[in-house]
Antibody, heavy 125, light 108 residues
C-alpha cells in the first residue's frame, strides 16, 4: 500500500522560503504525477502544482512566480518550495499522488488517490 | 473559465439520499473526482473516473455526470458521512487543476 510521508519547517517568518518534502513508500514513483495542495485554516482546497514522470511541471498561475516543485527519483521523493511567504500562505500542505489520463470515447480523468497526512505551516512575525 | 462551483452546504435526513453537485466548463471533457474530508483529517478520494470507488469506499457513494455538471450521490446516508465534500477537475487548455469550494454535508 502506497504511503506518503511529508515533512518540513512548520513556522516561518514573512519573506522566508517554505520547503517541504514528500517521500513515497510502497509503490511506483516513476509512473505517476505528484502534486501539492494546501488548505488555509477553515477554507477549501487549493492546488499548488504538479510534477510528472519526466520532471515536467505545472503550477497554479496565482503562485507561479513563487512556487517550484522538484523531484529526486533516486530517493522516491518530491519537494515543494514557495518563496517570499506571507500570512496568506498559512495552512495545511498536502502532498498527493495523481492519476490522470483519457478514457474512451474521449473523456479525461484526473484524481488524487493517495494523500499525505499534511504539514501545518504558520507564517508569523 | 477554470472554476468549479459547489453549493456551500447541504443537509440530509439519516438514511435518505443526497446529491451534491459540481458545475464547471472543464466537466464537459473531464470526469470530476470527489473527496471527503472530516475535521482534522486529510481528504479521502471517494469517486474517480466515470464512477469508480477506491477500495474501502462504501457502495452507497456513486458519481455521475451530465454536460457541465457532475454529481456525487450518497444513497442511504449514514451519520459517518457527515463531512466536507470537494470536487476536482483539470483544465487542459491552461494545465490548471481546480477544486470546487466544497460542500458541507450535515446529516440530520
Amino acid at each position: 500500500q502506497v504511503q506518503l510521508q511529508q515533512w518540513g519547517a512548520g513556522l516561518l517568518k514573512p519573506s522566508e522560503t517554505l520547503s517541504l518534502t514528500c517521500a513515497v513508500y510502497g509503490g511506483s514513483f516513476k509512473n505517476y504525477y505528484w502534486s501539492w495542495t494546501r488548505q488555509p485554516p477553515g477554507k477549501g482546497l487549493e492546488w499548488l502544482g504538479e510534477i510528472g514522470p519526466s520532471g515536467s511541471t505545472n503550477y497554479n498561475p496565482s503562485l507561479k512566480s513563487r512556487v517550484t516543485i522538484s523531484m529526486d527519483t533516486s530517493k522516491n521523493q518530491f519537494s515543494l518550495r514557495l518563496t517570499s511567504v506571507t500570512a496568506a500562505d498559512t495552512g495545511l500542505y498536502y502532498c498527493t499522488r495523481v492519476s490522470r489520463g483519457v478514457l474512451p470515447p474521449f473523456y479525461y480523468f484526473y484524481y488524487m488517490d493517495v494523500w499525505g497526512k499534511g504539514t501545518s505551516v504558520i507564517v508569523s512575525s | 473559465s477554470s472554476e468549479l462551483t459547489q453549493d456551500p452546504a447541504v443537509s440530509v435526513a439519516l438514511g435518505q439520499t443526497v446529491r451534491i453537485t459540481c458545475q464547471g466548463d472543464s466537466l464537459r471533457s473531464y470526469y470530476a473526482s470527489w473527496y471527503q474530508q472530516k475535521p482534522g483529517q486529510a481528504p479521502v478520494l471517494v469517486i474517480s473516473g466515470k464512477n469508480n470507488r477506491p477500495s474501502g469506499i462504501p457502495a452507497r457513494f456513486s458519481g455521475s455526470s451530465s454536460g457541465n455538471t457532475a454529481s456525487l450521490t450518497i444513497t442511504g446516508t449514514q451519520a459517518e458521512d457527515e463531512a466536507d465534500y470537494y470536487c476536482n477537475s483539470r483544465d487542459n487548455s491552461v494545465n490548471y487543476v481546480m477544486f470546487g469550494g466544497g460542500t458541507k454535508l450535515t446529516v440530520l
